[in-house]
């Protein structure tokens, strides 16, 4: 299953069904693996929550944050970047399922939820991991209990508070129905088949009626300085040393040679295992050598810096080293001098330095480098009469965006009223997941609108497909065969009842949130 997933998880399919797994997981972390007072959150000290009144403790919401990266780590075969955990929201995440979760627990006296020892006995042997040959096995659950360091009543305990939510949750979902209206309006929306008008606007249609005076362009390089900033410049001295030119001299003991062949025995697999050393002495030998020289030259090179580094004197460094002092012309990040190509470490250390101060060592294919930065000049913002032509073609382009738009909002405003255009007409197309329309190209928001609408209809608003705006109206609506909706009307039901469960299950939570007390601590939400 998670092969699948990894293969599949830019398919928006697979990332709903794993958005409803997370969810389902996490809400009941702190019951399950987490014991709070009375099932309902806890814990002494700081808080992450705190709901009506009730805590939910900072081991709470750390043990739910943790179990969710592993999960999202497992799913996506990778480790999870702390920019991209900020992109998931996982912190969010977890602390808003056990919020909810703490609120549903909450509703379930008034909801008449009861759960028996025969329901908790029950969804423990169902549990695949306590399983030996498809049955509950005992000895298997107090093998698992006990290297998670858990007592039997306490899982218990959490396994009647998860056995309790899901009956909450469960209780939910069986009051939704799907109507004869919603499976009506779902056949017509997969069957009818649409004709759009519409009137489409791009930056480039209408930058020459862009007219902009001094003051504009004077007003646009203030708001945005960063856009026009000169790129920092930096101009080095600097020494390369290459310790290739120092291994003749390096020598490494038989013992040496052993601990490194040991240390890197990966390096060493050959077609039928790892290759015996006598087989590769040499080559061990030589990377061993190698990796001691790299080793000897930076610790000189540093050594070296670090005693005459208050001195700023690269000349002196580099007699001490017997190396030959190297210069740059002025260069920006984005333009390195020749010799530096490449060279990323280098430079970022070169735009780290003041003006006249000695860096480094910094390793790299090339060699081990001591740099001094000679001259320096800051980014600025050239005057307006040196740039005036790059201001005004970013501005053209910034202000065509904002006259495209507006053209499509009083199309759109005149389409929605029955207002006379000059429109260009789509083919006949059938509603799209994808949110194919030809002619204008993919857009799922504008697909879910006029599949919504009848004939002549219009949405108030307009669309942003690339880099168009674009204001629709139905132009015409075949509808499907009414015989074929009696036909189909109760599998389509079927088909559609999960996802009004799931609907109903969330707005009954967003329900809960509404009414409740909810205090929560935002440090713990901060990117840092």
Partial sequence: MLSIMRKQKESIVIKIVFVIIVLSFVGTIFLVWGKGSDGIGGGKG??????????????????????????YQQIYGQSISAEMEKMLGLKKVALDSLIDNMLAMKEAKSLGIKVSKDDVSNSIEAMPMFQKDGKFNFDQYQMVLKSNRMTAKDFEEGQEAEVTLKKVRQSIKDKAVVTDADALAQYKKENDKLELEYVAYAPSDVVAEVKLSEADLTDFLQKNPNDFKTAEKVALSYILI????????????????????????????GKDGIQPLTEVKEKVKAEAIKQKTDKQVF????????????????????????????????????????????????????????????????????????????????????????????????????????????????????????GVLKTQVTGSFGYSAKGDIPDIGSSTEIVEAVFKLAAAQAPATPFKVGNRWYAVRVKSRTEAPKAQ????????????????????????????????????????????
Avoid: C
């Fill in 485 to 528: 909706f009696d036909a189909a009307r109760e599998e389509l039901k079927k088909k559609m009842l999960p996802k009004k469960q799931e609907d109903a299950l969330s707005e009954w939570t967003k329900g809960l949130r509404e009414k409740a007390k909810i205090e929560i601590n935002q440090a713990l939400l901060a990117d840092k």
């Fill in 242 to 269: 290459d310790p290739a030119t120092q291994a003749v001299k390096t020598t490494v003991s038989e013992e040496e040679i052993q601990i490194f062949y040991q240390k890197n025995i990966d390096r060493w697999q």
């Fill in 46 to 71: 700081g808080y992450a929550a705190k709901v009506n009144g009730n805590r939910i403790s900072l081991e709470e919401f750390q043990s739910a944050h943790q179990r969710i990266r592993n999960m």
């Fill in 299 to 418: 610790e000189q090179a540093a050594d070296t810096l670090y005693k005459n580094i208050k001195s700023g004197d690269l000349n002196l460094i580099a007699g001490a080293l017997k190396q030959k002092v190297q210069e740059t012309a002025l260069f920006t990040a984005n333009a390195p001098v020749a010799g530096l190509i490449g060279e990323a470490s280098v430079i970022k250390k070169a735009l780290e330095l003041k003006q006249g101060e000695l860096g480094g060592p910094v390793e790299t294919a090339k060699g081990i480098y001591i740099l001094k930065a000679k001259e320096r000049k800051a980014s600025v913002v050239p005057p307006l009469a040196e740039i005036k032509g790059a201001v005004e073609e970013k501005a053209k382009a910034a202000k065509a965006v904002e006259l495209a738009k507006k053209k499509a909002e009083d199309a759109a405003k005149q389409l929605s009223t029955k």
